[in-house]
Nanobody
């Protein structure tokens, strides 16, 4: 009923930039919090950045000052601008959305994940 589709990953040299996008579609009443996670080989998935419906943001310490999360509520999209990339940023990046749906007249909130997009930082 709901799909999250990410795009924008790729191979970039250290110090370079990428912009990830995630578009939500389907039976959406509203979208609450949105987040970007990443998972490197052999490591646990970690929260990189999150943004509330009101626009408040938080970041993991390792990306503060380098990454910027933003959202376009009209388009049901969330973005992650990655600047000053480092090799340790290499991972699969996933978007996550807390989506409110109306079913049988009742409101439910579900968590959805995208399929992931690979970011590789290497010279």
């Amino acid at each position: 009923q709901v799909q999250l589709v990410e795009s924008g990953g790729g191979l970039v040299q250290p110090g370079g930039s990428l912009r990830l996008s995630c578009a939500a579609s389907g039976s959406i009443f509203s979208i609450n919090a949105l987040g970007w996670y990443r998972q490197a080989p052999g490591k646990q998935r970690e929260l990189v950045a999150a943004i509330t419906s009101g626009g408040s943001t938080k970041y993991v310490d390792s990306v503060k000052g380098r990454f910027t999360i933003s959202r376009d509520n009209a388009k049901n999209k969330v973005y992650l601008q990655l600047d000053s990339l480092k090799p340790e940023d290499t991972a699969v990046y996933y978007c996550n959305a807390e989506i409110e749906m109306v079913q049988d007249g009742m409101h439910f909130t579900y968590s959805y994940w995208g399929q992931g997009t690979q970011v590789t930082v290497s010279s």
